[in-house]
């Protein structure tokens, strides 16, 4: 099994930054595909951003991009989102999630941090 646990989310007003941690433990994430993801209120789930455990490719969602930067610690197997300019948009629920050994669909998720960016 695969436990993560996110933490760093609050309130910010906008213009301002936050970064998000993701807590991971269990089975090996050398081979698995990270992400971050978010919930604003009343809509559906959507994607922010992902990078594999190895390696340094990313990929952002267009409405983050240059804003957010994901990134990881091997050595404390954390994820980070660090997100800087924020913007009412911003609000949401946000999830981080892993795949599967070897890639694949996102089988496992953290219980999410709320992140509330005021105007």
């Known amino acids: 099994q695969v436990q993560l646990e996110e933490s760093g989310g609050g309130l910010v007003q906008a213009g301002g930054s936050l970064r998000l941690s993701c807590a991971a433990s269990?089975?090996?994430?050398?081979?698995?595909?990270m992400g971050w993801f978010r919930q604003p209120p009343g809509k559906e789930r959507e994607f922010v951003a992902t990078?594999?455990?190895?390696?340094?490719?990313?990929y952002y969602a267009d409405s983050v991009k240059g804003r957010f930067t994901i990134s990881r610690d091997n050595a404390k197997n954390t994820l980070y989102l660090q997100m800087n300019s924020l913007k009412p948009e911003d609000t949401a629920v946000y999830y981080c999630?892993?795949?599967?050994?070897?890639?694949?669909?996102?089988?496992?998720w953290g219980q999410g941090t709320q992140v509330t960016v005021s105007s």
């Open positions: 999630a892993a795949s599967g050994a070897g890639g694949g669909n996102y089988d496992y």
């Open positions: 269990g089975r090996t994430f050398s081979n698995r595909v």
């Open positions: 990078m594999r455990w190895i390696g340094s490719r990313t």
